[in-house]
């Protein structure tokens, strides 16, 4: 991959970085805490339970794309960015565009979506 295009996604890599930080979802702790009121009502309760876990899911979702971020802007930095973590192979550009912090190229990618998925059915 060429400078041109290697800056081009490190710059969009940074503003999804941004993004993240600047959402404040990931240092969010507010949303974690459950006031005294609904600890009386088990309907209230359920709620903030629910409400908690879906609090959860949503920073573990962009943590992780943080540090596929990190990680994609590291590769940029040792030149090895925009090729396959298995095959070595360049990932599409099409990929790249709609997911700059891509590891995987289509192929493998989809490979390990079927694996987890077999593997969440027998779970």
């Known amino acids: 991959m060429d400078t041109k295009k290697m800056e081009h996604f490190k710059a969009i890599l940074l503003k999804h ?10 240092t ?24 908690q876990q879906l609090s959860c899911t949503m920073r573990d979702r962009e943590l992780v794309k943080l ?18 973590e298995d095959c070595e192979e360049e ?3 099409k990929r790249l565009e709609n ?8 192929v493998h990618a989809e490979e390990k979506e079927r694996e987890e998925s077999q593997t969440a059915r027998h779970a």
């Open 99 to 106: 997911q700059p912090w891509s590891e995987l190229c289509i």
């Open 28 to 51: 969010r702790s507010e949303d974690l805490h459950i006031s005294e009121e609904d600890l009386s009502d088990e309907s209230d309760l359920a709620t903030s339970m629910i409400q």
């Open 91 to 93: 990932i599409g550009m």
């Open 17 to 26: 970085r941004q993004q993240i930080l600047n959402g404040g979802i990931v």
């Open 67 to 84: 540090r596929r971020i990190d990680m994609a802007l590291e590769k940029i930095h040792d030149g090895s960015y925009g090729h396959c």
